[in-house]
């Protein structure tokens, strides 16, 4: 069974930095991940994506201050959030699309179940 689990989300002064971790773990082939967030009354939105090659894009929003990365040996992506604004506040879900070898042969997205980021000073 595929699950994402995160970890990283807090509390931050605007400014200030977080490092969000999502590790997945129940076998398959871990295609693209990505960061989603969904902050209140407003519609999730991506924020970054990473192929298994490395190649990266970023919302416009957090293009210079965020830096998605991942550790394939470790199914892990993370999230380096740098100069946070107070706008940054939202639920972070990480993403994942997977190939699992059953019968059939699928390739679905994963969710994790989200981490909190407040920016607050």
């Known amino acids: 069974q595929v699950q994402l689990v995160e970890s990283g989300g807090g509390l931050v002064q605007p400014g200030g930095s977080l490092r969000l971790s999502c590790a997945a773990s129940g076998g398959g082939r871990i295609n693209t991940m990505g960061w989603y967030r969904q902050a209140p009354g407003k519609q999730r939105e991506v924020v970054a994506t990473?192929?298994?090659?490395?190649?990266?894009n970023y919302a416009d929003s957090v293009k210079g201050r965020f830096t998605i990365s991942r550790d394939n040996a470790k199914n892990t992506v993370y999230l380096q959030m740098n100069a946070l604004k107070f706008e940054d506040t939202a639920v972070y879900y990480c993403?994942?699309?997977?190939?699992?070898?059953?019968?059939?042969?699928?390739?679905?997205?994963?969710w994790g179940q989200g981490t909190q980021v407040t920016v607050s000073s």
């Open positions: 990473i192929t298994s090659g490395g190649i990266t």
């Open positions: 993403n994942a699309d997977i190939t699992t070898w059953g019968i059939p042969i699928q390739t679905r997205a994963y």
